[in-house]
Nanobody
């Protein structure tokens, strides 16, 4: 069983910054982690990919966040972070942490990010 706990969400003004964190714990070995990442779901919309980071060091970003968001992780695959700069109202959503293992796809419960003046 894997637990993912997000933190760092909140209310921020347009143009501001936030840093999201996700702590991973439970019964898994880092060698079995395929990738970790962040997804988000805005009200009335489907969940969408924000950014992921893979074992080979590759990163993937949604076009809408390229140049503004940066994903990073620790070497033990116990934490993943999302630095969000130049936030826009359309970034408002619940942000979910995701960990893909060789046999399972795990999700956190999410943290709310609200971008509003």
């Amino acid at each position: 069983q894997v637990q993912l706990v997000e933190s760092g969400g909140g209310l921020v003004q347009p143009g501001g910054s936030l840093r999201l964190s996700c702590a991973a714990s439970g019964n898994f070995f880092s060698i079995n982690v395929k990738d970790m990442g962040w997804y988000r779901q805005a009200p009335g919309k489907e969940r969408e990919l924000v950014a992921t980071t893979g074992r080979d060091g590759s990163t993937t970003y949604a076009d809408s966040v390229k140049g503004r968001f940066t994903i990073s992780r620790d070497n033990a695959w116990k934490a993943v972070y999302l630095q969000m700069n130049s936030l826009k109202p359309e970034d408002t959503a619940v942000y979910y942490c995701n960990m893909v293992l060789a046999w399972a796809n795990n999700w956190g419960k999410g943290t709310l990010v609200t971008v509003s003046s």
